[in-house]
């Protein structure tokens, strides 16, 4: 029973000291089309500056609109998109 107490604790721990953040590549699959900013907006009904935000990490995109601009891009939502886990290295040595 310890033993699974134990293994229960420390997924949980990882759990707790990750955390996952969206990624993507629309950057790169935008200038592969030879798409500016301001066309791949217009394609997906946003603003270039949503475009601008994605792109730069600062915002995650509804499911919808990753959706959309995967299908504008001519590309699957999960080559576009994708859930990082990033590791709290602070936490990574501590045994409480």
């Given at each position: 029973?310890?033993?699974?107490?134990?293994?229960?604790?420390?997924?949980?721990?990882?759990?707790?000291?990750?955390?996952?953040?969206?990624?993507?590549?629309?950057?790169?699959?935008?200038?592969?089309?030879?798409?500016?900013?301001?066309?791949?907006?217009?394609?997906?009904?946003?603003?270039?500056?949503?475009?601008?935000?994605?792109?730069?990490?600062?915002?995650?995109?509804?499911?919808?609109?990753?959706?959309?601009?995967a299908r504008v891009l001519g590309i699957p939502?999960?080559?576009?998109?994708?859930?990082?886990?990033?590791?709290?290295?602070?936490?990574?040595?501590?045994?409480t």
């Amino acid at each position: 029973m310890e033993t699974r107490l134990r293994a229960a604790l420390a997924t949980a721990r990882t759990a707790a000291d990750s955390e996952a953040h969206l990624s993507n590549r629309l950057r790169v699959a935008r200038a592969e089309r030879d798409l500016s900013q301001e066309q791949l907006a217009r394609a997906a009904g946003v603003s270039r500056q949503t475009i601008s935000s994605i792109e730069k990490g600062q915002y995650g995109p509804s499911a919808l609109l990753a959706f959309r601009l995967a299908r504008v891009l001519g590309i699957p939502v999960d080559e576009l998109f994708w859930i990082q886990e990033m590791v709290d290295e602070s936490r990574e040595g501590d045994q409480t």
